[in-house]
């Protein structure tokens, strides 16, 4: 099966309600726009996502930046997966090293929350990578093959699941692993999950590249060949700029 393209916004804690709305609006023209060739999703903030889920059309789709594990319950300031798909989302990510490192989330809590991202039909975009520290340490490859080990469900599938590689020291830095360096990353994350969920579901699911990609680095990074799209931060709450990245993957 080959692997279409994903690229996905993760606005992160940015957007009011008028420019979440101008965003969503300029993103969802250009997605329906182009041809196709790759998946395109946007994570805006929850408090926007039933507003901008009337503004969508077919080519864009919507997505959560976290949830809870449980499906409803007192969890004060938490949000489900069902509430999310009740919103209008397909998708949400689980795991961000912004979640992992401020919120104290470990791989048995990605877990769990990829589980309830799956039991609310929704797609889990499962967010893996190592600290400045743990490269340094040449440490890249066991953190990452145990985050996987640790984070992705034992039942997941390629319809059901993605995997990001976010690089912490490439967030929000402008700092980018070099196109070689992502791929020996994400080829290794595809050998982890070929061992622990069979060649076909490895060979199927899509591994995102995320870490300060930007439309003068997106060709060479997509052009790799075990990275299926990206995880975009700040260049996906500028328009053009998200969509230059789309265009780049579509190639
Ligand atoms: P930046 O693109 O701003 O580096 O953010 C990446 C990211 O964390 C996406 O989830």
Known sequence: ?????????????????ADGAALAEAVAAGASSRAGGCEMLICPPATLLHPI?????????????????AASGAHTGDCSA??????????????????????????????????????????????????????????????IARQIAGSVPPGARAADSVVAYEPVWAIGTG??????????????IRAELARSHGASVA????????????????????????????????????APDFLAIADAAAR
């Open 53 to 69: 889920a009337a503004l969508l059309g077919e080519a864009l789709k919507l997505g959560g930046q976290d949830c809870h594990a």
């Open 1 to 17: 099966m080959p692997r279409t393209p994903l690229i996905a916004g993760n606005w992160k804690m940015n957007g009011l309600s």
């Open 175 to 188: 700092l980018t692993a070099t196109p070689a360096d992502a791929q020996t990353v994400h080829a290794h």
């Open 82 to 143: 069902e509430m999310l798909a009740d919103a209008g989302c397909s998708y949400v990510i689980v795991g961000h090293s912004e979640r992992r490192q401020h919120h104290g989330e470990d791989d048995a809590a990605v877990r769990a929350k990829a589980e309830a991202a799956h039991r609310a039909g929704l797609v889990a975009i499962v967010c893996v990578g190592e600290t400045r520290a743990e490269r340094d340490a040449g440490e890249t490859l066991a953190v």
């Open 203 to 238: 060979e199927d699911m899509r591994l995102l590249y995320g870490g300060s990609m930007k439309p003068e680095n997106a060709a060479d990074l997509l052009a790799q060949p075990d990275i299926d799209g990206g995880l975009i931060g700040g260049a996906s709450l500028k």
